[in-house]
């Protein structure tokens, strides 16, 4: 699957979301994102969200926090196209692994290796929440699904089948929820412990290199899986 796929998947998966939820507005938030992923750190990829992304930055009177959860390619369009949003914008971002990690090949990173560049590179304000071994804690089960939140609503019952068809046998069986990680950092930022560091060099091999003498952006290193998980089930 292409990222030009991958993009019409995730508008559409957005679409359902919204629809079980009960909005049908989506036309004044919900933006086309972009159909390719950057070929160098220069060249950006418009579309529409990302021009909406810029325009929120520009109009914003206070930082304007950009939560990303899947390809940083949007975001880092945003930034080559208008380099002085980094004054405006605080990017939060679900993506890589700990920089202790012996790689970083993971999902939201590897499709795209230049746009996560150009994020870690720009200098922009940036909270990175690795993959593993931090947001891999985010973990439920089917069984405290359909306790919790399968008979509440339509998105409860949507979202239980969801997790439910990810495998034909539950028997000791749990699933990582990665996403909502990047939500509760601005929920409850204590949920997500954080920590200062020089941002790291993302190599060739989809490795991190360390330079002390980097601009600095938060990293985190730990969640609050009992509490953010009873934030989600209380409102959903």
């Known amino acids: 699957m292409g990222p030009a ?4 998947k995730s508008y559409e998966e957005i679409l359902r979301v919204l629809d079980r939820m009960g909005e049908n507005r989506h036309e004044r938030f919900v933006f086309k994102g972009s159909t390719r992923f950057l070929e160098n750190t220069n060249t950006p990829c418009d579309s529409e969200a990302v021009r909406d992304l810029i325009k929120k930055a520009v109009e914003a009177e206070k930082p304007l926090y950009v939560v990303a959860i899947g390809a940083s390619t949007n975001i880092a369009s945003a930034i080559l196209l208008k380099p002085e949003i980094t004054e405006k914008i605080v990017v939060v971002w679900l993506g890589g692994h700990a ?5 970083t090949k993971e999902f939201n990173l590897a499709q795209d290796v230049v746009a996560a560049r150009v994020l870690f590179d720009c200098g922009v304000p940036f909270v990175q929440i690795p993959c593993i071994p931090v947001a891999s804690h985010l973990i439920t089960t089917l069984s405290e699904l359909e306790k919790h939140i399968e008979d509440n609503s339509p998105i409860g019952t949507y979202l239980t089948d969801i ?3 990810y495998s034909d046998n539950h028997y000791a069986w749990s699933k990582v929820i990665w996403d909502i990680a990047a939500i509760a950092y601005l929920v409850n930022p204590s949920w997500i412990k954080t920590q200062i560091t020089h941002s790291p060099i993302l190599t060739d091999q989809i490795t991190w290199s360390i330079d002390k003498g980097r601009h600095f952006i938060k990293t985190a290193v730990s969640v609050d899986r009992n509490s953010i998980f009873k934030d989600l089930y209380s409102k959903i």
């Open 5 to 8: 796929d991958g993009m019409g």
């Open 99 to 103: 920089h202790y990690w012996s790689h």
């Open 163 to 165: 997790v439910r068809n």
